[in-house]
């Protein structure tokens, strides 16, 4: 069977000649000088050049721009007056693309995707994040929850800047930047009448004992926080596709107990909070970033994020 030919494709007609910007910005001074002698004053150029500047754009617009008349001042043609909003707008469009273009490279503007394990969205996190919104009101703040295999793979691929994860493994990476920030408290959410939920602090062979419920996204791979043997004992862990909030609902109807990080306790009805006190209860929360980039973005929410972690740890009790 013959192959259907592909569509022929149709190029967009292109003017073998554009006009300059300088010529367009000399047309918009005279426009509204109304005289070459007052657009050169205006610019700091000398009338002939000014001229000159004119005489070529209409040279490419085919006809003139300004009725020429002795002693009065200059009037749009119907060519002039046909162009001279689209020549406004183009320079305005330029100015705002250069001023864009400033911001960015100053840290005031752009985007910054950040990626976030589920529960990190406060403590110092919280805190370095208002400071940064409030110091950049321009800056395009996008932030993304996955697990940490999730916010790897996207940071490897592109779609993230910067990834905040808890319990990482030392990725060994000469590609990827990665630094402790924080150390939080792991604690264990259990319905309020467990029998557990009488004792003030959890040991990990409480925690064994538990039916342990953890939060992953859907169609993510293990959850890889507390899945590992920690503590020594391996903690058998389900896992749910469903949000913070449900897991938590999930804990105060008896389905189970979850852990989290300390920064990362809710209040939920029904629900009550244990620390882990026992070896390797300290969740380090880390940032990890493309060693190569030098996005000034990230780098200045990287800098109000380890302030607002020194100031944590100088104000936590000794």
């Given amino acids: 069977m013959p192959l259907a030919p592909e569509p022929r ?20 001074e005279v426009a509204d000088a109304r005289s070459f002698s007052g657009a050169a004053r205006g610019t700091g150029r000398t009338q002939p050049a000014v001229s000159r500047a004119i005489g070529r754009l209409e040279n490419l617009c085919g006809g003139d721009l300004f009725q020429r008349r002795p002693g009065a001042p200059l009037i749009l043609t119907p060519i002039g007056e046909a162009i001279l909003p689209t020549a406004r707008l183009l320079l305005h469009t330029v100015d705002q693309m250069l001023l864009r273009a ?22 110092p996190l919280r805190a370095a994040l208002t400071d940064f919104t409030r110091a950049s009101p321009d800056v395009q703040l996008r932030l993304i929850e996955g697990i940490q295999s999730e916010l790897h793979r996207q940071l490897m691929d592109g779609g993230i800047d910067l990834m905040i994860a808890a319990l990482m493994t030392d990725l060994a990476s000469t590609v990827l930047t990665q630094e402790a920030l924080w150390e939080e408290q792991l604690v264990v959410a259990l319905p309020e009448d467990h029998p557990l939920a009488a004792k003030p602090a ?13 939060w992953t996204s859907p169609g993510g791979s293990a959850d890889g926080g507390v899945l590992y043997e920690i503590g020594g004992r391996a903690i058998e862990c389900e896992r749910h596709a469903v949000s913070r909030t449900t897991l938590l609902e999930m804990v105060a109807m008896g389905l189970g107990a979850t852990i989290a990080c300390e920064s990362a306790v809710a209040l939920c009805t029904g629900v009550i909070y244990r620390p882990i006190e026992d070896e390797n209860a300290l969740a380090v929360i880390e940032a990890i970033w493309p060693t190569s980039d030098g996005n000034p973005l990230r780098h200045r929410l990287l800098t109000d994020i380890r302030r607002c972690a020194a100031s944590r740890a100088m104000s936590a009790p000794a």
């Fill in 202 to 214: 959890l040991d990990w062979g409480d925690v064994a004992s538990l039916r342990v419920i953890l």
């Fill in 102 to 123: 400033t911001q960015t490279a100053q840290s005031r503007a752009g985007t910054l995707k950040l990626g976030l394990y589920p529960g990190l969205a406060a403590g």
């Fill in 9 to 28: 494709r149709l190029s967009r007609p292109r003017p073998s000649r554009r006009p300059e910007f300088n010529q367009l910005e000399m047309f918009l």
